[in-house]
């Protein structure tokens, strides 16, 4: 595996050469078997809305919806809309041979993305409607060798704050501010946090409610940038490890799950305190389709910091036979036992890499066990089938207990960081149908020859119900590799990708 790795980064670092300098959009390749399935499944969807969550909006960051790959501070993977219905998709794509994972948008819709291939990573600003390169910003190269799908470090999270900058964590160990005038990107500052990084990735950057800058680390550092520019430092037990972002309350408290437990943080005498520990059940191993042995998710926020207990905050554990869907209290006061510890999935085959998705009432969680990367795993040019499952977990915050209000036993997601819409009560996600799954128009070809196809879906947030599916595209370019759903302003959806970039929306004459 480890010679096809390296086959795959030597042609894919040709490419990105050939491609760095592109500022038209130039489409991804898909495979010509996809003429064989059905592009189209299910029906347009009819909005039905749901009521608002409390979202408070940060003040140093870009507004809801469109400041990092969660959407908010609470991280809480939902808009208020809108996004499509299914009115005749049109889809179109953009070749940079990197994955463009978390979209932003600036104050006049543009795109803001960081997309991260196998020689480094470039901030990019890009026109929404045709994904047409407007200005770019190339950021330090990684160090030969440390290419890894897995490996979201050095960009794969940042954010963009109230002044439409993009705030981003590199290769090298500096945390850079780059400003996006609308024509040019421009560097602002320049903070060297190389010393705490200590060679380890800064997995995430994000501000607290003061506006200091967070950051964390693969190796368990979690570091801090106050108003002078000063850097302080915590490190994690050892052996502890980070392999998520994080999330920030208006109380000042900053949420970070590691390899072993969940955590409050804040500030004490000027430096980053550990206010309580939380341990979780991280299982005995690590599972297919994780990155690391221990919760996938990155602590999903619930309601306000004045409500009872200081609100409350999800994520899941590594458990065996059963992964959990698990909620505390978040207050200063301590998570105390859980609201809710709710088994999902099928047994002995439960993980979930992405995090959940907070919705009225409750959570949603996917399934994302049996995804060992983008390669196939045999002859043919498929990548391995994962297994199945979205839930719905309605918990009963104010006196705690939860329970499965629906389970979705047939949409197979392997790595998308899925997103609910409001506005129009949908699930949008992104689905890897098996080859007997997929919607042949005719005599089904078979598994030698069925093409690697990938599909935007929307699913009933009420029922788990598939309302529509689209074909995005089929092979390499079209696999998102745990990127993300994001939704623009305009109504379109957008999903990063091997290849670069997607974008989804209803035809405007449908």
């Known amino acids: 595996m480890r010679s096809r790795v390296a086959a795959l980064s030597a042609v894919l670092i040709v490419a990105s050469a050939m491609t760095a300098s592109m500022a038209a959009a130039l489409p991804a390749p898909s495979d010509p078997r996809d003429a064989f399935v059905k592009p189209f499944v299910g029906t347009p969807a009819v909005a039905h809305p749901l009521p608002a969550l409390h979202l408070p909006q940060h003040p140093y960051m870009a507004r809801n919806g469109a400041s990092n790959i969660h959407d908010d501070a609470y991280q809480s993977d939902t808009y208020s809309g809108p996004g499509p219905l299914g009115r005749t998709p049109k889809i179109i794509s953009t070749l940079y041979v990197a994955d463009c994972a978390s979209v932003t948008f600036d104050r006049a819709g543009r795109i803001v993305t960081v997309c991260v291939g196998p020689v480094g990573a470039t901030l990019r600003l890009l026109d929404p409607t045709t994904l047409r390169q407007i200005a770019s910003y190339q950021l330090p190269a990684r160090k030969l060798g440390t290419f890894s799908f897995t490996n979201f470090s050095g960009g794969g999270y940042f954010y963009l704050d109230n002044k439409d900058r993009a705030v981003v964590s590199t290769f090298n160990g500096h945390i850079l501010t780059i400003a996006d005038s609308g024509t040019k990107l421009t560097l602002q500052r320049d903070i060297d946090v190389s010393k705490v990084a200590a060679g380890s990735g800064i997995q995430s950057a994000l501000p607290d409610w003061a506006g200091r800058i967070w950051f964390v680390t693969v190796a368990g550092a979690v570091g801090m940038i106050d108003g002078d520019g000063q850097v302080h430092s915590y490190h994690l037990p050892t052996g502890e490890t980070i392999a998520n972002s994080f999330a920030m309350d208006e109380s000042g408290g900053v949420f970070i799950v590691s390899t072993a437990a969940l955590y409050r943080f804040d500030v004490a005498h000027g430096k980053p305190v550990v206010t309580w520990r939380k341990t979780y059940d991280n299982g005995s191993r690590q599972k297919p389709g994780q990155v690391s042995q221990g919760s996938g998710t990155t602590p999903t926020l619930i309601d306000s910091a004045s409500s009872p207990g200081g609100g409350s905050i999800a994520i899941t554990d590594n458990a065996d036979p059963k992964m959990h869907v698990l909620v505390f209290r978040r207050g200063k006061s301590g998570p105390g036992e859980a609201l809710c510890n709710q088994p999902v999935f099928a047994s002995g085959q439960s993980d979930d890499e992405n995090s959940l998705i907070s919705v009225p009432g409750g959570l949603i969680a996917e399934n994302?066990?049996?995804?060992?990367?983008?390669?196939?795993?045999?002859?043919?040019?498929?990548?391995?089938?994962?297994?199945?499952?979205?839930?719905?977990?309605?918990?009963?915050?104010?006196?705690?207990?939860?329970?499965?209000?629906?389970?979705?036993?047939?949409?197979?997601?392997?790595?998308?960081?899925?997103?609910?819409?409001?506005?129009?009560?949908?699930?949008?996600?992104?689905?890897?149908?098996?080859?007997?799954?997929?919607?042949?128009?005719?005599?089904?070809?078979?598994?030698?020859?069925?093409?690697?196809?990938?599909?935007?879906?929307?699913?009933?947030?009420r029922t788990g119900r598939e309302v529509w599916s689209q074909l995005a595209g089929s092979g390499l370019s079209y696999n998102n590799n745990y990127a993300p759903i994001s939704l623009g302003p305009d109504g379109a959806a957008y999903v990063g990708t091997l290849g670069g970039l997607v974008r989804i929306a209803d035809s405007p004459s449908a």
């Open 368 to 461: 994302n066990y049996g995804y060992t990367g983008p390669l196939p795993s045999g002859a043919t040019t498929l990548s391995p089938d994962t297994t199945p499952g979205l839930v719905r977990v309605d918990v009963d915050y104010k006196h705690g207990g939860c329970h499965v209000a629906w389970n979705n036993s047939t949409a197979r997601v392997p790595t998308a960081v899925s997103k609910v819409d409001l506005s129009n009560g949908l699930l949008y996600t992104y689905t890897h149908p098996s080859s007997a799954e997929l919607p042949w128009k005719g005599t089904a070809l078979p598994d030698l020859l069925a093409p690697d196809a990938w599909y935007f879906s929307a699913f009933d947030v």
